[in-house]
């Protein structure tokens, strides 16, 4: 039985990551933070299936001790501070946390299972401000944010490692991947969660930045697959993960709120407190490598995605709602 060590296990990603892996028989290890009130929500239904080991991507030593107990055949280093507007009021702490924790764990790696598999969760947000159209693997970064910049630095201690160390050491350089399990604070659920809120009466607009962006959207559940597929490889790489279509912002809006039968110019005003101070104007991603090498499929497309966090957001809603008036029945 395969074992693997994931950080961020309990964020998007790493709950998906930790099905799929569990659904493929290996024992599964999570990194997690000591808080007196730990977030299970992504993970509930395989917490139990977890082993938890306390860790901190800040502390080297606390690191050592995980892979040693983990002694793990992979790594996925998903963890990170990875809310991009929250870089620039915050930017020593993405720093610390998005860029110098990657070689943290790397180092940790190095230290104690040196032939362990590595995976470094980069971001298309390195490339920024485009210099070419679609971006690949061999395309220039130009990163626009503090977490774009933190996460070239990631990107590239991992290429280090890689060449200096003879590690199995690879970085997926995913585009925006969303689902039901997004945090609130994403444009795709900020979007999702209103659209359940207005329909359900508890909201009556939603405040949203530039809505011309154009970003390559795809499934999370989608791309989990692809970490896992490069730590299989004969050879380790890098791979861009990508839907290859663009949509704006305000087409986000016209799937979300139309599927659940309102006019999203009813409800949403520009507000300029949510524009970036540096924009990102487009991305858009080539996974031509990853489906040729990796034999990566895309298996969820945008508007069944959206459709699918817009369901789950209103199941929720409603749920939230059913349980208030319970509470004030019997107060």
Known sequence: MKRALITGVTGQDGSYLAEF????????????????????????SIKDRIHWISGDLTDLASLIEAVRIADPDEVYNLGAQSFVAASWPQPLLTSQITAVSVTNMLEAVKIVKPTARFYQASSSEMFGKVVETPQRETTPFYPRSPYGVAKVYGHWITVNYRESFDMFACSGILFNHESPRRGLEFVTRKVTDAVARIKHGLQSELRMGNLDS??????????????????????????VISTGEMHTVRELLQVAFSYAGLDYEQYVVIDPEFVRPAEVDLLLGD??????????????????????MVDEDMKRVAAEIRYHDAFTLVN
């Open 214 to 239: 154009l970003r390559d959207w795809g499934f999370a559940g989608d791309y989990v697959k692809a970490m896992w597929l490069m730590l299989q490889q004969e050879e380790p790489d890098d791979y």
């Open 287 to 308: 996974s031509s490598k990853a489906q040729t090498k990796l034999d990566w499929k895309l298996e969820v497309g945008f508007h069944e995605l959206i459709h699918m």
């Open 21 to 44: 892996l569990l659904s493929k028989d290996y024992e599964v290890f999570g990194l997690r933070r000591r808080t007196s009130t730990p977030n299970y929500e992504n993970v509930y």
